[in-house]
């Protein structure tokens, strides 16, 4: 998504082939459906690749050509091993390990993607920290961790905690909050009002389950979401959390630099 949100940024026609629809199974499905939207607003097609036929070295979608200069596998990656000597126990293709990302030789350890348990950077450089108070003898709490789930679009989606389909299926009675970008006086200053900010939380002490953010600054928005998770925070945490803003400055500052352009 990213990659074709660039494409068609530097004038070109991107097309994506999905292998699967929802694109991302994992993103709550409220953030799928508004980047989805974004996508057609953008004029970027999605396509099942299971609905499209390659002959003689062209791609048609149903019977119509989907003309292209170039092709991008963006699709999951699987793991490099070296060839060697020692028998670690595989999983799909990744080094199966425990809740301290020890494989099953005692001693080896596989942090990051190799293990397979997931594809982001902030992932695997969470699990190296965890295999370093491994070895110092600091027990990995077996606990599941908060990771956000970022993605760099226009505008930026993340995600953290529980999705509504999982919150859902975990039978616990919850309540959605939603607030949409375009009432708030900051994103409007900043002429970044395209988003929302939703949060998740169990109706009994209001403890927040999950969270998404569509916005320019999702990315960055998410952590403080992730500090409340991990503190088993509730909406009354966050409500009386007072966020500073300099409106007028950064107001001045934003129409002066769109001036100026
Ligand atoms: C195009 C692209 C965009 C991405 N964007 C994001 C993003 O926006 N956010 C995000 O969180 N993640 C992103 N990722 C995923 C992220 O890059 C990976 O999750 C992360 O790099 C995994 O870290 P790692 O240390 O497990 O593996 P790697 O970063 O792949 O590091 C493994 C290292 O081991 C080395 N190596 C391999 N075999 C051997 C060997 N036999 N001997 C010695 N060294 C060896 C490799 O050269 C490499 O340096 C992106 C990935 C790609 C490909």
């Not at 389950?209 to 009354?236: F, H, K, M, P, R």
């Amino acid at each position: 998504m990213e990659l074709a949100q660039f494409f068609a940024l530097i004038g070109k026609k991107p097309t994506i082939l999905a292998a699967e629809l929802p694109l991302m199974p994992q993103l709550d499905s409220y953030l799928e459906a508004f980047i989805m939207k974004k996508l057609k607003k953008d004029k970027i097609p999605v396509i099942p690749l299971a609905e499209t036929q390659v002959s003689a070295g062209k791609l048609y979608h149903k019977d119509a050509e989907v003309p292209f200069d170039r092709v991008i596998n963006a699709s999951f990656r699987t793991a490099v091993l070296p060839p060697m000597d020692i028998k670690l126990k595989l999983e799909d293709g990744y080094i199966a390990t425990d809740s301290s990302h020890q494989s099953s030789v005692p001693g080896i350890y596989a942090a990051g993607d190799v293990n397979g348990k997931s594809y982001l950077a902030h992932v695997a450089s969470a699990q190296a920290l965890e295999v370093i108070a491994a070895i110092q003898g600091t027990p990995v709490s077996d606990e599941q961790r908060h990771y956000p789930l970022n993605i760099y679009t226009d505008p930026e989606l993340a995600q953290i905690g529980l999705t509504e389909e999982q919150v859902k299926a975990s039978g616990v009675g919850f309540k959605i909050n939603q607030y949409p970008l375009t009432a708030n006086g900051k994103a409007l200053a900043e002429g970044e009002s395209e988003g929302f900010i939703r949060v998740i939380y169990e109706t009994h002490y209001h403890e927040v389950l999950g969270v998404q953010i569509a916005a320019a600054n999702a990315t960055d928005l998410i952590s403080e979401a992730g500090i409340l998770l991990e503190l088993e925070g509730t909406t009354y945490d966050l409500a009386r959390t007072i966020h500073a803003i300099l409106l007028w400055l950064r107001y001045i500052w934003t129409r002066g630099a769109s001036r100026s352009k």
